[in-house]
């Protein structure tokens, strides 16, 4: 089923969201019509506060690289659980209560987001991360990854804490960004 995906200025994205406590049939029905939701949506990311649940859920889908070019033709690499796996093996990535740890040099990335229509801005975060990610069958995945992946996490981890990405941007872009976010807070 798709869900609508909550806009900028609606409260419910600048909430802390609770924990999931236990994975029922509406916890996992809930993930599954994220990932459809997030698919009809081309994105490659949504946290459940996109969908106008306060609560700490997240799908993540990073396609392979469509431009198979002799030099980008390495899959992207993540260690997950200490062995080093194609990250394309892991998608759709869906976990609960994410602990993450960014780490390394900060590098700038042009950022989108489906909850902040037609904006896109460069936002400079680490460039690694080691994530604990409660899976819902109980399990746990200890990612460590750097590239789109690393980049994704923090992006959608923010979601759980009520921040977005235009948070993060400097304060030259923040200047550049402030009509269109007024203009967008106002029709959400
Ligand atoms: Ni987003």
């Known amino acids: 089923m798709l869900l609508s995906i909550t806009q900028y200025g609606n409260p419910v994205l600048r909430a802390v969201s609770a924990p999931v406590e236990h994975v029922d049939e509406a916890i996992v029905a809930l993930a599954n019509n994220m990932i459809e939701t997030m698919y009809a949506a081309n994105g490659i990311g949504l946290a459940a506060p996109q969908v106008g649940e306060n609560l700490r859920m997240v799908v993540i889908d990073i396609p392979e690289d469509e431009e198979e070019e002799e030099e980008k033709s390495e899959p992207e690499m993540a260690t997950v659980n200490g062995e080093l796996r194609p990250i394309r093996e892991l998608m759709p990535l869906v976990f609960i209560n994410p602990t993450l740890e960014p780490y390394g040099k900060?590098?700038?990335?042009?950022?989108?987001?489906?909850?902040?229509?037609?904006?896109?801005?460069?936002?400079?975060?680490?460039?690694?991360?080691?994530?604990?990610?409660?899976?819902?069958?109980?399990?746990?995945?200890?990612?460590?990854?750097?590239?789109?992946?690393?980049?994704?996490?923090?992006?959608?981890?923010?979601?759980?804490?009520?921040?977005?990405?235009?948070?993060?941007?400097?304060?030259?872009g923040k200047i550049t960004l402030a009509k269109k976010l007024k203009k967008l807070a106002q029709s959400y």
């Open 106 to 172: 900060e590098c700038p990335f042009t950022e989108g987001c489906l909850s902040v229509r037609n904006i896109r801005a460069n936002v400079s975060r680490p460039e690694r991360v080691k994530a604990t990610l409660p899976q819902l069958d109980g399990s746990v995945l200890e990612i460590d990854c750097g590239g789109l992946l690393a980049r994704c996490l923090q992006h959608e981890c923010d979601h759980l804490d009520g921040f977005l990405f235009t948070d993060r941007v400097s304060s030259a």
